[in-house]
Every structure is written in structure tokens, then in C-alpha cells.
């Protein structure tokens, strides 16, 4: 109707127009007559087209959509009919549920048959399973897999429309799970100081007792379904899968205290060394690891596994005994060539101790001072006042009187690290921990670092050029003792020099009480010969009256604990002084019937610090190691952070009581956080009874029933999965990247050379400006140089094993 309307007005202008032009007379003669009407006619026809036009797509619009609307009214009975079908029968569990209350809204068939309940509705998402609970923790939708009865899910949660969709992944997780059982593990097995142990035993004494070793190994290995081959007659090379190995584990490598029994039979000082690596990476590397697994062992003391697994953190087992000597004094000679050699290839020698530098400490620093000025290389020590203990603040003012050339050779930090540079030669003596070097700032400054200790290594050490690090010797005095005898120059020693070396002999053995050998004499004799006085020792390691009575006092406090432990708690003071502590512990040993002593006091406001000191029957590095410290067999201590005086106290008393197997019949746990030599967070383990209600009681485990071992499984499974959707992401990122590149424009000189540089800074910020991707600078590389203009490509690092290409065109501004 509105069309004939403006039809009709469009009519009306028109004959007004004319009406209008024939009264002005426009329309004067025949030919402006005749040219307007054609004109008219020109413009009426080109309206009717044009209408027609209009006319004609509107109809088709209108024809397209009467179809379209058909076709939906036809498609509405399929579509509801599939909707149907996927709730209903697909093998898709459905499960809507109230955002506020967590209560199950609306389900399908098939979620009842994945929860064996046919009445779900109403029903709480926590009572069906807690790991629902933590999928809506995350605030995102997520995809995670579930243990549920026997099966296994996917489960998707869409955060938007509140709804868990369950899909039956059973098949692929039980391919995933017996693909990791089955990965391959390389071990590394030493026979320590076989050749020296049955060197006085005829030939057929010896091969008997060889034969009682390698059969020991041989059936062990064959229990666990392994692979053994000898590539020497005391080192041998086995396989076997991921399975077998948790096995060992669980044993705690049985196999080390049978071939200590061969041994205590024979009356004879063998042990066993293990190193095992399992990785998923190729053989070559395997090795390598496996390789560094055994070195570490043997680092360590020997007698003793060590377990290397991808993503988890070494693991020790064994390690009771005492180390046995490893090195002949034919080796002992190649080292100090070595050393000789590092030192006379530097431009000074600066050498360092531990915080809180004991006599041991400041004798083995004299003794490389002492080589390196018979190499004629300029040396000093550094020995800050707050670094360093009571007897070696004693000592040192002597030394002004006594050994004027090394006292002026005493220097603090500061002078240290104008001393320093890429030429310098670091000498770190008596610790083999970063954390505890007395001069962090110089150790971080230096290029050149050597290692001389005797205490066991640990997970974290030195990148060092040289390492002399043996578990068996006494003290660091003594390695360094034998070097000096060995070094191909004449060394100097004066008699306080020799004493103070000596003092360190005398106080890391105890006065020869323990943890000495023939090496340990020797040594000591060498120090004699340069007139080391031992009354001079007594006087440096004589203790006041106060702190003679304090010592006593504190020892009066002591609580025996079941297996041969003492311990002392001051709860009342803060002693920063921790060689009273170590002064403690040592005079507990005197009590009869104690194997090891403890002594925990506060050395901070937030710090707690134990001491720990035994005979050779109790190792107590791996007791204080389980708390984050360390040390030596007979000598080791920690410190521990944000924890009280009787939390620590039960701690450690719970270690021991499971140390002494008091604890009654063992408790399968769950971990709830990473416990050194036990086990990481999550992992299920059995322990004693005791040490399993410890575990419990100090929330750092649960109890392990299904439902728990359920959840963990649970939870393992969702962590395998994202690290899956991960790899997948950083795939199709890698994927995005290549196909990208970056324009970085600079100034070019006259002489053709380029002002400034191009940073990977430079080029993330290039990168993200032009292609809309965000990239770690940290993790990219250059192939080479930017100096000029031209094409240059870069990788950059996604994760492990991906890593992008992409190119930088460098163009003149």
C-alpha cells in the first residue's frame, strides 16, 4: 500500500511540474516540448526498472527464507532425536549440578552406571568425588582424568553451563600405564675396594668369594626380571623395567646389606655401589645419567644406591657405613698434578672455607696456600671475623707472631672481590654445598673453582674444574696433607702451620676415635714431621669456665630415645654459637650406650638448628639430610625454618624411632609434601608404625585407604593429562611461530657498522608488536651474531623437547 502511495505522490509532483512549466512558458516551442516529454518518459522508465529490480531480489529474499524455515521444521524432529540419543544412550556420563550448593541437578542413564547409583539427583559433588571439587576450583573449564570403580574418565567441566561430561578413557590409560611400567631403567653396580680387600687371599680364596658376590647380585637382578652383563670383574651394567625397580625400592635394595654380610664373614671391607637412571630419553643419555648416578654414589661413601627418575628427586638408599679408602696414593699423586697444574695456569689463588670456619677448615686453606706459593703463584685466604669459630679467632693472633706470611695473607670478602677476576683460581675447603661457602659473593664472582672436602656430596655442588672430594679421609687437613707431600715443589710449613693442620686432624676424628685410617696417620705423621705440637691443639681447643659449665649442663638435660640416641633441647636460648652445639652432641657420645647424639636449640629468631654426632654404627648425614641438612657419616647438622623447638624435637625423635624400627607393623601412607629419602608428594609408601603416626599427626601424610589411594591416582592421572594438553598447546604454538617473522629496523654508520646491538629483548618486543605473540626473552637463542643487516634466524625454547624457528630480518632505519 506505501508504494502506491509514493507512486501516487511521485505522480502528482511530476504533473504539477508541468502545469508549473507551461504557466512560466518553459514550454515556449515544439522542441523543448517534444524534449521534456521524452524526458519524462526516459525517467518514468528507468523508475519502473529499477522497481522491478527492487521487486524482484526482495521476492527471492523472501523465498530463500520460506525454504530455509522449511528445511528447519523438517531438520527440528532429527535434531531432538540425536539430542535424545546423546543423552540417553551414547556412553557420555552427564551431570548437571547447582552452582551455589554443589548438589547434582539432573543426570543421564550412563552417569548412573559410571557412579553405580541410579538416584544421583539431590546428591552432594563431594560424596560422589572429591576430585569434582577440585575441577571447580579451577575458575576456568577443564579437562581432567578420573579413577572411578575399575575405569578410568575423561572428565570435561563446563564452568559456564555447570555440567561434567565423563568420557570411558579405560583402554588408553591402561596402555599409558603399562607403556611407563615397562620403560627401561640402566643401572651401574661397583664392587668398592674389592682389589684392595682381597689382596692377601690366595687365588682360589678369592674367586670363592667373588662368586659369593656376584651370585648375590646375579639372583637379585634375576627376581627382579633384569638384564646383568660384567664389563669388568668388579663393576657390571644391568637393565630392567620402571616396575622392577619401584620393587627395589620398596626392598630398599636388599641386595647392599647381603653383600655386607658376605663381607662381615670374610672379615673383609666390601661394599656395593649402585647408580640407576630412568628416563624416557635415548640410550646414549640413559647412560650418561645412569653414569652420574654411581659417580654420585661413589662421591657419597659407597655402600649406598642412588635412584635418578625423570621429574622426581634423587633418591639414596643404604649408606650405613662407614666410606672405605677409594684412591691409592698413586691417585693421590695425579690429583695434586692436576692441581698443580690448575694452580700454576691462574693468576692468583683465593681460597675459602664454610660459615663459621672451624680449625679443619682454616688448616686445609694454610695447606693451599702453602702449594700455591711454592708454585710461586700469589695466594690468600679469606676469613671474615663473623665467618669463622671461636678456636680459629684464638688462632689467627698467633699467627700474626708466629707466621707473619700468612696472617698477612688473611684477607675479608671485600678485599676479596677487588682481587678477583677470570684469571683468579677460587679453592673452595672443607664443604662441597653452595649454600654454605663462608664468601657467596666471591664464589658467584668466580670463573676458576676447585674442590677440596671430605664430606659426602649431596644433590646440590660446585661446577667445578677440579674435585677432590673423598668420604673415606678423616678431614680436609688430611687430603690436603697428602697433596703437599706429593706436590712436585718443596712446600714450606712452619710449626704453628703444621699445629693448626694437626688441630684439624685431632678434632674431625675425635682425637683419632673414629672415622681414621693408615691414610689418617700418615697424614698426621707428615704434620709431626713438621713439628705440629699437640699441646699447642689442647690449648686452642680448651674451653672456658662458663663454657665448660654450660656444655655440662646442657648434656644433664638429655633424654635417651630406644636404639642408642641421646638428645638435648635448650628451648630457653638462642645459641648462634653452633660449634657449642657440635661440643654437645660430641659429649653425649661419652655416655655409655649412646651411638648418637642430638643436640637442638634456636640459632636464629625463625631458625632451629640440630647437631648431630655419632660412633660408625649410626650414619647421621642421612638422618639430617631427611631434614634438609647434611654432613658426614659421624658429623652432620641442619638448620630448619618457620617451625618450633617441640615440632622439631618430634620430628627428629620420630626419625629415629623408625631408625630403631620401634615403631611396631608398618602403615602404608600417602605423602602430602616431599620427604628426603622417603619420597615426593603423593607418593604411597609403607613405613613404620611410629614414624607413620609421626607422618600423620604433622600433616606431612594420610593414611592410605582405597578411597585416598583413589584420589591420588586421580589426581597423578589429571597431572599426566595436562601435561599432555600442555605439549599440545606448545606444539601449535611452535606450529604459529614458524610461520611468522620479525623486522627489526637499526642505524648503520658511514664506516658500514651498526650502532648499538640487537638484544633478545629487542626482539621479543618486535615479536609481539607485529605478531601478537608473547615470548620468554630468557628463552631465545641467536644463532649468531647480529653485526649487520641481513637475515638471521633465532629459536626459542616452548619446553623440554619443542623449540620454534623463526627469522629476523635486520633492515636499515
Sequence with gaps: MKRYILLGISLIGLIVTIVYGFLNNYFSNIGDIVYYIVLIAVSVFTIMILSIIVNHQRAKKIKSLETRLTAWSSLSYHVNKIGDQAFNELPIGILLYDKSSLIVKWNNKFAEEIFNNSKLENLRLRDLNGALLELLEEESSGVATLALGDKKYDVIHNTQNQVFYFFDETEREDIKERYESKLTALGVIYLDNVEIALQNFDIYEKNNIRGEYLGIITDWVSEHNGFLRLYTEDKMIITLHYEELVKMMEDKFEVLNKIREVSTKHRIRVTASIGIAMYDVSFEELGSLAQNAIELAEKRGGDQAVVNIQNEKIKYFGGKTNASEKSSRVQVRVQTQNFKDLVESSKNVITVGHTQSDIDALGAMIGVYRMAEASGIPAKMICDPSEIDKTVQKIIPEMKEESKEVYNSIITTKEALKLIDEDTLLVVVDTQSPLIVASPEVLEKASKVAIIDHHRQSDETFDALFSYVEPYASSSVELVAEMMEFYPKDVELEPI?????????????????????????????????????????????????????????????????????GIVVDASNIIRDRVLLAQVSERILDIDNVNAGFTIAKVAEDQIGISARSYDRINVQIIMEELGGGGHLNSAATQIKDKNISEVYEMLKNILLREADEGGEPMKVILLEDIKSKGKKDDIIDVPNGYGQYLLSSNRAILATPETIKDVENKKARLIEQERQHILLMKKLKEEIETKSVNIWINIGQDGKMFGSVTTKLITDAFREQNGIELDRKKVELTSEINSIGIYTATVTLSKDIKAQFEINVLEK
Design 497 to 565: 702451620e703444621a699445629s693448626v693442620m694437626y688441630g684439624g686432624i685431632l678434632v674431625d676424628t675425635n682425637e683419632f676415635s673414629y672415622r681414621t685410617g693408615t691414610r689418617t696417620f700418615g697424614a698426621a705423621g707428615y704434620l709431626k714431621e713438621h713439628q705440629a705440637s699437640s699441646a699447642k691443639v689442647k690449648e686452642w681447643l680448651r674451653q672456658d669456665k662458663e663454657r665448660t659449665l654450660l656444655i655440662n649442663e646442657l648434656v644433664s638435660r638429655i633424654e635417651m630415645v630406644e636404639g642408642g640416641f
